[in-house]
C-alpha cells in the first residue's frame, strides 16, 4: 500500500463510513431478500397486494362496538371498531389503574401494620403472576361464572351484572357525555384562572387561597353537576328484566368486563409501586424543612412532597400507560374485538392479506404509543426541575 | 407488654388507624377462611376422575390426573427422562453460572450461552446419537415455557448487547438503525409479534419455519429490543474516565469495549436485564395465539375437556403457583444482586 493509501485507509472518519456503509448494506441486503422471497411466495399463494381490500364489503359481524357499524361496512369501518374498543378499553383502564395503584401504593407506605402487609401482599401477588392468568381468571373463573340473567346482581334496579356481562342505563337521544366533557372543559378552565388569580393575590396580599378546594369543587363538581342535570332531562334506556334476558340498556359484553378488571388490577399492582418509590424519593429533610418554615401537613403534602414526587414518578408512569395500551391487545386471547382480535385475526382471516394488516396495525400502536408517550413527556417538562 | 405496645402503636395509634385496622380485620375474616376451605379442608385430593370430586372445595384431583401433561405436554411418556435431564442440566450450567462461590467463573457464562443450547435442543428434538426423534408439535406444558423463555433470553442477549452499543455509537447510521429498531420493538404488543412472526416468517423466509422457531423468533427480537435498553442504562452508568483511560492505552474500539467497558456495564444491567427477563418470561404464555400450548395454554385447554369441564379455576391456581414461585425466586435473586452490585460500587 502506497503511504497516501494508508494514511486515507486509516483515517477514523474513512473508517467510519466504511463501517457504517456496511451495516446499512447489510440491512438492506436483507430487507430486499426477504421481500424477494415474499413477492415470490405470494406470487406462488396467489395473494394479492395492495390496499383495495380495506375498501371491500367487510361481512364480519362484531359482538361489542361503540361505533355505529354493521357487517355490510367496508373492512376500515371494521378497523375502526377495533381501534374505539382497544381505546375504550385502555383508557378506562388507564383511569382505573391509577386510582387503584396510587390508594394501593400510599397504604404500602401507612403506619397500620395490618393495611401495610395486605398492600404489600397484592403488589407481590400480582406482580409475579403473568396478565393472560389474571384475564383468563377473570373472564372463565369470574364473569362466566357468575349466576345467569334470572339472578342477576342488581344495583339501585339499573345497573345489572351476570354472566353475559354488565348491563348499563343507554341514552336514547341527545348526548349526555358531550355536555358532561364540555362542563369538564369549563371546570378546568375556571380552575386556570382562578390559580392565576390566586397567586397574584398571594402575591400583592400575602393572602392564601384554598386553591385545591376550590380547584376540587371546579373540576369534579362541574362535571358531576351537568351530569346530574343531564341524567334528569336526557330520557334514559334502563335495562328491564324480560322473561330469560334484559332488555333495552346498553350491556357491557363479558370480555370487556373480564379484560378491563384484569387491566386495572395487573397495572395497579405495578404503578403502586410507582408511586411509593415517588414518595419515597422525597427526602424527610424537605418534609422536616416544611415544617420548620411553619407550613401545615397538608401544605407540605400539596406544595413539597407530591411536585417532587411526581417528577421522579412521570416518567415510570407513562411506561406503565403505555404497557396498558400494548396489553389491551390481550383481549384477542379471550375474543374481546380489539384491534389484534378483529383485524389481524377475523379481517386477516377473511382477507389473507397479512402483510398490509400486519403493517397497519403496528402502526395504530406505534403511533398511540407515541400520542401517549408525547403528551406525558409535556406533562414531564412542565414539572421537571429547572436547573440552571 | 412489649406485644401490647406494639400493637398500639401499629394497629390502634389513632381512632382512623382503629377504623383501618377493623375493617382490614373484616376481609381478612371474610376472605381468608373461606379461601382455605376451598383450597384445603374441602378440597378433593385423591382419586382418578370428577366423581372423587366433592361440592364447595377445589378439585385437585384433576391436576394430578394431568400433571404429566401439564409438565411435558404430549411428549412421549417413555422419552419425558431426557426433559427432566435438560432440566437438571440447566440448573447446574445456570447455578455454576449464578452462584458467585463456585469455581470455574470464566467458562461458565459462554458454557451456559454457548455450550448448553446444543445439548439442550439435542435433548429435547433427538433424531440422531440415539435419541428418537421427537417433532415440537409433541411439545407442551411447563417444558415448552421454559423452553421458550430460556432459548429467547439466549439469542436475545448478544443482540441486545450490540443493539445497546449501536445506540451509543457516534456513528449516525448505525445509531439511527438501532434507536428505530429498539422503539419498534419495544412499541408494539407482543400478541401482534407473535402473530407478525408465525405470519411473516414463512413469506419472507424460502424454507418452511416450524411453528415453534417462529414463536421464538418474535418473542427473541422483543426482549433483545427490552434487554439492549437495560444494557444502554449500564453503559451510560460507566464513567467516562474508563473510556479515556482505554484510548490512552491505546486500544481501539472494540478491545475498549470488550475488555473494559463492557464488563462493568452488564455488572451494573445485570439486575435491570434480570428484570425484563421475568417480565417476558411472563408474556411467553401469549403464544397460546399460534397455537402452542404452554402451562398455562395447556391448562386451559385441559380444562376444556368435557370429563373435566368446570375445573378451570383449579388449573390456573396449578398454573399462577408455579410462575409466582418461578418469578418471585428470580426477582428476589436480581434484588439481592442489585443490593450487593450496590455496595460493591460505594467502595
Redo the contacts between chains.
Keep these: 500500500m502506497s503511504p497516501a493509501l494508508r494514511r486515507w485507509f486509516y483515517d477514523a472518519r474513512v473508517r ?1 463510513w466504511i ?3 456496511a ?2 448494506g447489510a ?1 438492506f441486503g436483507t430487507i430486499w431478500y ?2 424477494a ?2 413477492s415470490e ?2 406470487v406462488k399463494a396467489g395473494i394479492a397486494s395492495g390496499f383495495d381490500f380495506l375498501w371491500r364489503t367487510s361481512g364480519i359481524d362484531v359482538p361489542f362496538k361503540i361505533v355505529d357499524y354493521t357487517p355490510q361496512n367496508n373492512i376500515v369501518d371494521l378497523l375502526w371498531v377495533g381501534v374505539a374498543n382497544t381505546l375504550l378499553v385502555s383508557l378506562l383502564g388507564m383511569a382505573l389503574a391509577t386510582i387503584l395503584g396510587f390508594l394501593i401504593g400510599i397504604a404500602r407506605l ?6 401495610r402487609s ?1 398492600a404489600t401482599g397484592f403488589v ?2 400480582v ?7 389474571f384475564v ?2 377473570w373472564y ?2 369470574v364473569i362466566r ?1 357468575l349466576p345467569p340473567p334470572r339472578d342477576s346482581f342488581a344495583a339501585f334496579d339499573t345497573f345489572f351484572l351476570n354472566n353475559r356481562g354488565l348491563y348499563v342505563p343507554a341514552p336514547t337521544e341527545g348526548h349526555p357525555f358531550a355536555a358532561v366533557s364540555i362542563a369538564f372543559a369549563i371546570g378546568v378552565v375556571l380552575f386556570l384562572a382562578l390559580r392565576v388569580w390566586a397567586a397574584k393575590r398571594q402575591a400583592s396580599t400575602g393572602k392564601a387561597f384554598p386553591i385545591w378546594a376550590a380547584g376540587t369543587a371546579l373540576i369534579v363538581g362541574v362535571p358531576l353537576a351537568a351530569a346530574i342535570v343531564v341524567a334528569l332531562t336526557t330520557s334514559w334506556n334502563v335495562p328491564v328484566r324480560g322473561g330469560f334476558n334484559f332488555r333495552g340498556g346498553f350491556v357491557l359484553v363479558p370480555e370487556f368486563v373480564a379484560l378491563l378488571a384484569a387491566l386495572v388490577t395487573y397495572t395497579a399492582g405495578f404503578i403502586a409501586e410507582v408511586v411509593r418509590g415517588g414518595i419515597l424519593a422525597v427526602g424527610k429533610g424537605q418534609k422536616e424543612a416544611a415544617a420548620s418554615l411553619g407550613l401545615s401537613p397538608g401544605q407540605t403534602l400539596r406544595l413539597i412532597v407530591v411536585p417532587q414526587a411526581l417528577r421522579v414518578m412521570v416518567p415510570p408512569m407513562t411506561s406503565q400507560y ?1 404497557n396498558l395500551l ?5 383481549g ?2 379471550i375474543a374481546y374485538p380489539e384491534i ?1 382480535s378483529v383485524f ?1 385475526g377475523s379481517a ?1 382471516n377473511a382477507t389473507g392479506q ?2 398490509e394488516i ?1 403493517a397497519i ?2 402502526a395504530i ?2 403511533i398511540a ?2 400520542a401517549v408517550s408525547m403528551f406525558m413527556n409535556w406533562y414531564n417538562s412542565r414539572i421537571a426541575l429547572v436547573t440552571r | 407488654m412489649k406485644a401490647l405496645a406494639w400493637i398500639r402503636t ?2 390502634f ?1 389513632t381512632w382512623v ?1 382503629a377504623a ?2 377493623l375493617a ?2 373484616w ?2 375474616w371474610r376472605f381468608v377462611p373461606p379461601l382455605l376451605d376451598w383450597t384445603i379442608f374441602k378440597a378433593a385430593w385423591l382419586g382418578d376422575d370428577r366423581s372423587a370430586c366433592g361440592a364447595g372445595g377445589a378439585c385437585w384431583v384433576f391436576i394430578r390426573a394431568r400433571f404429566d401433561q401439564f409438565m411435558y405436554g404430549l411428549y412421549p411418556s417413555s422419552q419425558t427422562w431426557r426433559i427432566d435431564l435438560a432440566g437438571a442440566l440447566l440448573v447446574v450450567f445456570g447455578t455454576w453460572a449464578g452462584w458467585r462461590r463456585l469455581p470455574g467463573k470464566r467458562y461458565a457464562i459462554p458454557a451456559l450461552l454457548v455450550v448448553y443450547p446444543f445439548i439442550g435442543l439435542w435433548l429435547l428434538l433427538g433424531g440422531f446419537g440415539g435419541l428418537p426423534y421427537v417433532e415440537t408439535r409433541q411439545w407442551g406444558g411447563l417444558m415448552l415455557t421454559v423452553f421458550m423463555t430460556v432459548y429467547s433470553g439466549i439469542f436475545a442477549f448478544p443482540l441486545g448487547v450490540l443493539l445497546a452499543l449501536g445506540r451509543q455509537s ?5 445509531r439511527t ?1 438501532s434507536v428505530a429498531f429498539i422503539e ?1 420493538w419495544r ?6 409479534v407473535i ?2 412472526a408465525s ?2 416468517l ?5 424454507i418452511n419455519v416450524d411453528r415453534l422457531i417462529r414463536a421464538v423468533v418474535g418473542l427473541t427480537l422483543v426482549i433483545a429490543a427490552y434487554m439492549a435498553e437495560a444494557i444502554r442504562g449500564g453503559l451510560q452508568a460507566v464513567p467516562k474516565g474508563q473510556y479515556e483511560a482505554a484510548a490512552a492505552m491505546g486500544l481501539g474500539y472494540w478491545r475498549a469495549t470488550i475488555l473494559i467497558v463492557l464488563p462493568q456495564a452488564l455488572r451494573i444491567s445485570l439486575p435491570a436485564l434480570a428484570n425484563e427477563f ?1 417480565a417476558l418470561s ?2 411467553t ?2 403464544v ?2 399460534v397455537s402452542l400450548f404452554d402451562l ?1 395454554g395447556i391448562v ?1 385447554a385441559a ?1 376444556a375437556d368435557p370429563k373435566w369441564v368446570g375445573y ?2 383449579e388449573g ?1 391456581v396449578f ?2 403457583t408455579i ?2 414461585f418461578a ?2 425466586a428470580m ?1 428476589r435473586w436480581s434484588a439481592s444482586l442489585e443490593r450487593r452490585l450496590g455496595a460493591a460500587r460505594s467502595h
Design positions: 467510519a463501517s457504517q456503509a451495516v446499512a440491512m426477504f421481500v422471497n415474499a411466495n405470494m401507612s403506619k397500620n401494620f395490618l393495611l395486605l407481590e401477588f406482580r409475579n403472576i403473568p396478565l393472560l392468568l383468563f381468571f372463565f373463573g361464572a403505555l400494548k396489553n389491551s391487545s390481550f384477542a386471547a389484534v389481524m386477516l397479512a402483510i400486519i396495525t403496528l400502536y406505534l404509543g407515541l | 401499629n394497629l395509634a388507624d383501618i385496622t382490614c380485620i376481609v381478612v457516534e456513528l449516525p447510521v448505525i438503525i419498534f412499541g408494539v404488543p407482543i400478541i401482534a402473530f407478525l405470519l411473516l414463512p413469506l419472507i423466509l424460502p421475568i411472563k408474556n404464555t401469549l397460546l395465539i398455562l386451559h380444562s378451570n379455576v390456573y398454573a399462577g410462575f409466582w418469578c418471585f426477582s
